[in-house]
């Protein structure tokens, strides 16, 4: 299983970034499927999930601004990030459940910055 992640960049404090996370090996509508962020001296943390089944939670500082999806006809899942923050700044990692033991991704990195 791979995931590849693209999209991040570096935007001013305010804007928008849609992060995309194109998947191989496995089909995503099947999945439990996550979004992830790693900041600087910071643990790795969950930031949005959607289920199989289309339940979807958000870290408690993430929600309302944004919004996890997949497109399935693309195997992709999408994050996407408005209102962005410098406390959003990380890289950010797509994954199904841990508890496969898939390898990380190489990331995508989000820098929020005036």
């Known amino acids: 299983v791979e995931f590849v992640e693209s999209g991040g960049g570096l935007v001013q404090p305010g804007g928008s970034l849609r992060l995309s996370c194109s998947v191989r090996?496995?089909?995503?509508?099947?999945?439990?499927l996550a979004w992830y962020r790693q900041g600087p001296g910071m643990e790795r943390e969950l930031v949005a999930n959607?289920?199989?089944?289309?339940?979807?939670n958000y870290k408690e500082s993430t929600k309302g601004r944004f919004t996890i999806s997949r497109d399935n006809a693309k195997n992709t899942l999408y994050l996407q990030m408005n209102n962005l923050a410098p406390e959003d700044t990380a890289v950010y990692y797509c994954?199904?459940?841990?508890?496969?033991?898939?390898?990380w991704g190489q990331g995508t990195q989000v820098t929020v910055s005036s």
């Open positions: 994954s199904r459940a841990r508890s496969y033991g898939d390898s």
């Open positions: 090996g496995i089909t995503v509508s099947n999945y439990f």
């Open positions: 959607l289920s199989s089944g289309g339940l979807i």
